[in-house]
């Protein structure tokens, strides 16, 4: 990563978890191209379903290399790649309870996760919004934030996967209050950086203009952002993204999830990282999704955004033991 005061990766035996996703998605694939290039930094784990993966033909000599934890959940009569199934959405979620197992018996030390489908998950019957909300209840964690980022970027989301329409009425001042501590804390512990510099987005045109475009910024987002030192805001999210770019800040927080979005997929969606701040584990997923309508190709996925979540992931864990 080439963040200010991001610290250089070592070679570690920090012990990685990846989880497959769908199995109907590009997961098999990006999994396994992204182990070609980084096995050797640490002791991988693969949870999913061995058969899915050798459909790829993408895994040669990584048999030796890695560990496969099969959970053979998979019918293979029908299966189908890029297709929206319930049982497809079952078997991402076993394959996340796995990793947690694992997490909780000491085998891995972090986890990466592959894309799910959101939709197959609640067809499958299970009524998350992504897999940052699944880990949060599992572990029983109650405030956690995601961040996302890529070599030039940190973005907080202080709201997820809500209709935009919904923004402003989640708003209030604890959560903005609990987003910048996370931020901070994870910056500090797993970032390395000595004394973080935030700024906190507006959430409406100009950052209201003082109060003439909306009352978010005067009621609710400014009198949260005062309590902290060195966290300034809320400004206009253009600007703020601007100086963000320029490296005056090492993170800003967002009010909502394209506000943070739509800067990563401009600057580098091809390194972007999603971590999940506030759980007690590091965890972190490629910034893309199942990428059903390429699904079939595997030979034409990118793994790059897999890859840098893998380094992000070995990084923060080797960070986070050295505090």
């Given at each position: ?42 002791q991988f784990y693969v949870i999913g379903d061995n ?226 701040l506030g759980l007690p584990f590091v965890r972190t ?38 505090v």
């Amino acid at each position: 990563m080439n963040l200010k005061n991001s610290p250089t990766l070592k070679s570690s035996k920090i012990k990685v978890g990846i989880t497959l996703g769908d199995p109907s998605g590009i997961g098999s694939a990006v999994i396994l191209k992204a182990l070609q290039e980084v096995y050797s930094l640490a002791q991988f784990y693969v949870i999913g379903d061995n058969w899915v993966l050798n459909k790829s033909g993408l895994g040669g000599f990584l048999q030796e290399k890695v560990n496969f934890i099969d959970l053979n959940n998979i019918t293979r009569k029908n299966f189908k790649v890029g297709k929206v199934c319930p049982e497809y959405g079952k078997a991402s979620v076993e394959y996340l309870q796995t990793s947690l197992e694992l997490i909780d018996n000491g085998t891995i030390d972090c986890i990466v996760t592959a894309p799910v489908s959101k939709e197959a998950i609640n067809l499958a019957g299970y009524k998350y919004s992504g897999q940052t909300e699944y880990f949060a209840q599992k572990t029983n964690s109650q405030n956690t934030v995601m961040m996302l980022l890529n070599d030039k970027l940190r973005f907080s989301l202080l709201t997820r996967h809500i209709p935009l329409k919904d923004v402003a009425l989640k708003l209030n001042r604890k959560m903005i209050r609990n987003n910048i501590f996370l931020t901070k804390a994870a910056l500090k512990k797993l970032f390395a950086v000595k004394k973080p510099k935030l700024v906190v987005c507006g959430l409406n045109p100009h950052a209201s203009d003082n109060g003439l475009i909306g009352k978010e910024e005067n009621m609710i987002i400014k009198p949260a952002v005062k309590s902290f030192g060195n966290v300034y805001g809320p400004i206009s999210a253009d600007i703020a993204i601007a100086k963000l770019m320029l490296k005056e800040y090492d993170c800003a927080v967002a009010m909502y999830h394209d506000q943070a979005l739509i800067a990563l997929k401009l600057t580098g969606s091809d390194k972007g990282v999603n971590i999940t701040l506030g759980l007690p584990f590091v965890r972190t997923s490629p910034l893309h999704g199942t990428a059903f309508d390429i699904a079939k190709f595997p030979r034409l996925a990118n793994p790059s955004s897999m890859i840098q979540a893998i380094k992000v992931a070995i990084e923060c864990t080797q960070n986070q033991r050295e505090v």
